[in-house]
């Protein structure tokens, strides 16, 4: 417990200065992050760091963390496919090395994190407000969820997944977020009206919950109890931003940032 503390307030230390300036400095703190989440797919999948694919994997992740501004002319789309061609060709020329699977899974696993970083970027550019907003409601509602799930839980909410997680913790996760948000968007208005808001608070809040699970499910099928070990007592990035990742991508979607 103690050194889940220590490695909690360092990791604030870094990460609130960054999110309050916002601009450049915040976006090259995403593209790291986003970098290191790519890399932990990759060591989960037991890949080398320094291989064709992941060299691939990275350039892939950097390309849609990055927006478009920074990355000039060049074009995003370009780069994603011949990324994806090259992957694909590694299947030919790895020697049984590197299969059809592989790509897919590195591909598959560029975008999960890619997206979910470039619009944390763009949260930020929105507002520092807006993402604070879809920070809350992760903080909240995990935070919730452990706590009446830990009282009252009973009910397994995906044992196949996360044996932990129980509908009692996850209805009062979302119940928790909604409430302690209404405050907020009272005093902090965002893009609709506050009645809509709410509506959408209890969304994210369900998404964020998705997003949890399914990287449950990732480290399930790969046999981990961590994504990573960058974070002692926590975990590895995928760990701690699993939920906001899906968050960002459903709130940019629904026209919030």
Not at 81 to 90: R, T
Not at 112 to 130: C, K, N, P, Q, S
Not at 177 to 186: F, G, I, N
Not at 194 to 208: A, D, H, K, P, Q
């Given at each position: 417990?103690?050194?889940?503390?220590?490695?909690?307030?360092?990791?604030?230390?870094?990460?609130?200065?960054?999110?309050?300036?916002?601009?450049?400095?915040?976006?090259?703190?995403?593209?790291?992050?986003?970098?290191?989440?790519?890399?932990?797919?990759?060591?989960?999948?037991?890949?080398?760091?320094?291989?064709?694919?992941?060299?691939?994997?990275?350039?892939?992740?950097?390309?849609?963390?990055?927006?478009?501004?920074?990355?000039?002319?060049?074009?995003?789309?370009?780069?994603?496919?011949?990324?994806?061609?090259?992957?694909?060709?590694?299947?030919?020329?790895?020697?049984?090395?590197?299969?059809?699977?592989?790509?897919?899974?590195?591909?598959?696993?560029?975008?999960?994190?890619?997206?979910?970083?470039?619009?944390?970027?763009?949260?930020?550019?929105?507002?520092?407000?807006?993402?604070?907003?879809?920070?809350?409601?992760?903080?909240?509602?995990?935070?919730?969820?452990?706590?009446?799930?830990?009282?009252?839980?009973?009910?397994?909410?995906?044992?196949?997944?996360?044996?932990?997680?129980?509908?009692?913790?996850?209805?009062?996760?979302?119940?928790?977020?909604?409430?302690?948000?209404?405050?907020?968007?009272?005093?902090?208005?965002?893009?609709?009206?506050?009645?809509?808001?709410?509506?959408?608070?209890?969304?994210?809040?369900?998404?964020?919950?998705?997003?949890?699970?399914?990287?449950?499910?990732?480290?399930?099928?790969?046999?981990?109890?961590?994504?990573?070990?960058?974070?002692?007592?926590h975990g590895g990035i995928l760990d701690r931003f699993d939920s906001i990742m899906f968050i960002l991508p459903i709130m940019f979607l629904l026209n919030v940032i």
């Amino acid at each position: 417990m103690k050194q889940r503390v220590i490695t909690a307030v360092i990791a604030l230390i870094i990460f609130i200065p960054l999110l309050y300036v916002g601009g450049m400095p915040f976006a090259i703190l995403a593209t790291l992050l986003g970098l290191i989440g790519i890399s932990e797919i990759l060591v989960m999948k037991k890949k080398l760091l320094v291989s064709p694919e992941a060299i691939l994997a990275f350039l892939m992740t950097f390309t849609l963390i990055e927006p478009v501004p920074m990355l000039g002319h060049i074009d995003r789309t370009a780069v994603l496919s011949i990324c994806s061609l090259c992957m694909l060709l590694l299947t030919v020329t790895s020697k049984n090395r590197f299969s059809f699977d592989d790509a897919g899974v590195l591909i598959l696993g560029s975008l999960y994190v890619g997206m979910g970083f470039h619009y944390m970027i763009m949260a930020r550019d929105v507002g520092l407000l807006t993402i604070l907003y879809a920070f809350l409601i992760v903080w909240l509602t995990d935070s919730g969820a452990y706590l009446i799930g830990r009282k009252i839980g009973k009910h397994k909410l995906a044992p196949h997944v996360s044996p932990n997680k129980t509908w009692e913790g996850s209805i009062g996760g979302t119940v928790l977020a909604v409430l302690v948000l209404a405050v907020y968007l009272y005093f902090f208005p965002q893009r609709y009206s506050y009645s809509i808001m709410l509506l959408l608070t209890l969304i994210f809040s369900v998404g964020g919950q998705l997003g949890d699970l399914v990287e449950s499910a990732l480290k399930r099928h790969y046999g981990v109890k961590d994504s990573g070990k960058i974070l002692p007592g926590h975990g590895g990035i995928l760990d701690r931003f699993d939920s906001i990742m899906f968050i960002l991508p459903i709130m940019f979607l629904l026209n919030v940032i």
